[in-house]
Structures are given as structure tokens and as C-alpha cells.
């Protein structure tokens, strides 16, 4: 893959974050019942950073967690690679919660169906909310992002990458060229 273009800098990234972690207190009026999941990879990072801003916001501790969809996904078997199973860290029941799901980047859906399927085999959620920092588009699944951070239509031949570290400077989204 080569870089074409940062789409999103660091100081985007934040904002962005900020206005999904109010968006996600307006529309779930508070933090009662809250939990944040992050799925691996790309969302465990952007769910602790909006679960550190909601906490601030509010004053109060948010329980978070993190899913690994891995034996989920509906192509385990057909890509050929032994499937990398990594830990899932859901230290609570589900059940009557509000679970805001957290990923990078939706594409497809299918990541989005597979993390579904996986949760419940953590309870029965009171609902599921997902939050984005990108939606690129081109939907197989009837599924969308209740908070979105930004919308970036590609072509099926581009990559979007969220590349995060934990030095917040160096954060950005790029588009890359296959």
C-alpha cells in the first residue's frame, strides 16, 4: 500500500471524538447502564479514549471493554490463515445494558454483525449503539453507525487506515491506494 492522503490529523481525530462522546450522553441521557466495547484491533484504542472523555464529562467511571470477533467472522475458514485468536475482556454481564460498540472503520458491515453475534454470548444487552470514527460506505449488511465520525466514500480499490499510538500527536486517518 502506498500513502495517498491524510484525510484526518491528529487535532480531527480528537474533535471528532469529543462530539461522538457527547453525542453518545445526549442520546443515552447520561451514563446509567453505560458500557463501552472496544473490537480488535481497530476500535480498542478510539473506545478507551471515548470512554476517558465520557468519564470526564460526567464525573464518573465508565466500565469498558474488549471484543475479539475473530471465531465470529463468516470468513474464519475461507481466507486461508490460520485464524489469530486474541482475549476477549468483558468482565460484566451485558444483560439490561446499553452497549456502545467501537470500531475504526465500517465498511462492509460484516465486522459489525460478527461483534454482535459475540456480545451475546455475553448477555442480552437492553440495546447496541456503534460509534465510528470512519464510514466509508459500500454495505453488504443492512447496518449503520448510530455516532460517526466523519463519512468518507472511497472506491473499492482504496484503503482507509486509522492509524492510532498512544502519542495522540502522531494520530491520522489516511487513504491508501491497493
Known sequence: MKKKKVVMDAGEIERSLTRIAYEILERNKGTDNLIIIGIRKGGILLAERLREK?????????????????????????TGKRPEIEKTYIPFPLDHKKVILVDDVLFTGRTIRAAMDALMDFGRPELIQLAVLIDRGHRELPIRADFIGE???SSLWENISVNLTDNRNTDEVVIEES
Open 151 to 153: 463519512t468518507l466514500p
Open 54 to 78: 465520557i468519564s470526564t464529562i460526567e464525573e464518573t467511571e465508565v466500565m469498558s471493554g474488549t471484543l475479539d470477533i475473530t471465531l465470529y467472522r463468516d470468513d474464519v475458514l475461507t
